[in-house]
């Protein structure tokens, strides 16, 4: 035991208590540094200032080939994972965790150091196990057991949230696509709410996950939810999320809903027109304050969500009868963009066949079908109520009941209408007019790049005829891409 009265120096230290203070801090950091394996100084703005011999042989498993390169760097910048610099913003030290890395996984402590006044002037941080003999190493084993355990399921989460299509994956090159992909890329880089109005099948929700995809929230997750596919009373708690216990049979953890599943990313709400009236103010709220409240809970949590609605209804005519809120409505229509029927496209069958014929056979198992030019005919001159969804669930029928690498009107038979007279009269069938070749040109000199576009359009023109309007075999006859030619086919109202 010892005496109350015994002196420093009867001690055998300084009669000053600040010497003593300095003694005892000198041998503490010398003990310290004996004992941990690496140290490194930071200052009050983060930079580290100075690094023991032991931590030098991280440097190379986080990059750095030399001392001069690592030392002067703020320490967030060159050590993934740190706390230091939360350290020094708050001024409480963490006195044992577990930090992982590209060098390793290591048992750490950080303090922060103070001067006279109290104020924290920067932070000391020690890796106190790293070899695998230390008798941490069970635990340290464990902890990065688990950690890849949740890095794996993050992963597969992530992936599962993230969007299926781009842009070009929207197919097709009339005019009324290309305008549809045009206002897609201008309003993808924006947090702008989107709305996309069009009839059921037409691919809304590939335009969705091709904004999300062509966006800075990217990397983030994108969550989708039909709204006509959700009881009423189910709704909220999906949409807004559940607290701890807020009724019987509630999960006593809580449940999230998908504006927080979905925060940083963004949350397309499908059918946005069959939206209960009750719970549309609480959507307009969550729309302005990027503030969600769960089911059964007073608490506020802020999102950070960009909104994609879609729906095949006329929300006009639903407001005008009162059964959409105006107000939700305009909050929702900041850039509305109208998704064309298939019947207003037919420039883009030839393609959109091709397309999804790849698919089904892909899904299927079954050989790639091609279309000839008459059942090609045939299926342009349908008016697809269901749009592409009805035009892929004709061609998988037909793909089905058939052995044939290539569809013929024959085997459409019973699918779409008028498939009967395209068969009887296939022998009769003649080249449309507006494929017909371009007048010969009136003689005179005209400017060359006149002349160019009139050769390129006698060319095309004649190699539709030769091919009986089949784009993809005239490609190959002008030796061109396939893109190449809607682009030309558009360009000379072919």
Known sequence: MFSAALTPEAAGLPSDLDGVLRMAAQSLFEHLAEASQGMMLLDRAHRIVWISDGYKRFLPALGFAAEAEFVGRRVEEVVPGTLLADVIDTGRPILVDLLTNRAGTFVVSRLPLHDDAGQVIGALGLVLAAHSESSLQPLMQKFSHLQHQLNDARRELSEGRRPKYTIGSFVGSSAA??????????????????????????????????????????????????????????????????????????????????????????????????????LQSKLLRVLQEQEVEPLGSNQVRRVDVRVIAATSRDLPALVARGEFRADLYYRLAVVPIRVAPLRERREDFEALVEVLGEDIARRSGMPTRTVSAEALELLVAQPWPGNIRELRNVLEQASLMSDALQLEASHFLGLVPGAARAVAGAEGLQPKPSMAPPAEATPGVRPLPEQIAELERRAIAQALLQTRGNKAAAAKLLQISRAALYEKLALYGL
């Open 177 to 278: 696509a290309l305008e549809v992909k045009r206002q897609a890329r201008r309003v993808a880089p924006t947090d702008s709410t989107v709305l996309l109005l069009g009839e059921t099948g037409t691919g809304k929700e590939v335009l969705a996950h091709a904004i999300h995809s062509a966006s800075p929230r990217a990397h983030k997750p994108l969550v989708s939810l039909n709204i006509a596919a959700i009881p009423d009373t189910l709704l909220e708690a999906e949409l807004f999320g559940v607290a701890a216990g807020a009724f019987t049979g509630a999960d006593r953890r809580g449940r999230e809903g998908k504006f927080a599943i979905a925060d940083g990313g963004t949350l397309f709400l499908d059918e946005i027109g069959d939206m209960p009236l009750a």
